[in-house]
């Protein structure tokens, strides 16, 4: 069992930055490959970024890529997405998911999930 729980999110101004964390618990995180997740206002959920369990694989959605970076601090069971050059259309709810395999980008196939955390971008 994975809990997740996200935090960092916040209302900022096009261009500007930001840095959301995912903390999980469980002794087990590194072998979870772990991912970003957004879900905008009357849209479905749609995949942003991913990180193997290591950490040596990333894989982005274009349109966050050069502007979105994921890493993860294993020692601290904790994920993050740093966030630049924010758009208005980045602002949706970001959530984190776990999965034991790097390389989904399907929401349906992650078996943890946090209970989300709020961007909002103003022009």
């Known amino acids: 069992q994975v809990q997740l729980v996200e935090s960092g999110g916040g209302l900022v101004q096009a261009g500007d930055s930001l840095r959301l964390s995912c903390a999980a618990s469980?002794?087990?995180?590194?072998?979870?490959?772990m991912a970003w997740f957004r879900q905008a206002l009357g849209k479905e959920r749609e995949f942003v970024a991913a990180?193997?369990?290591?950490?040596?694989?990333?894989d982005y959605v274009e349109f966050v890529k050069g502007r979105f970076t994921i890493s993860r601090d294993n020692a601290k069971n904790t994920v993050y997405l740093q966030m630049n050059s924010l758009k208005p259309e980045d602002a949706a709810a970001y959530y984190c998911?776990?999965?034991?395999?790097?390389?989904?980008?399907?929401?349906?196939?992650?078996?943890?999930w946090g209970q989300g955390t709020q961007v909002a971008v103003s022009s």
């Open positions: 469980g002794r087990t995180f590194s072998s979870y490959a």
């Open positions: 998911a776990a999965i034991p395999t790097f390389g989904s980008r399907r929401s349906g196939e992650y078996y943890y």
């Open positions: 990180i193997s369990g290591s950490g040596s694989r990333a």
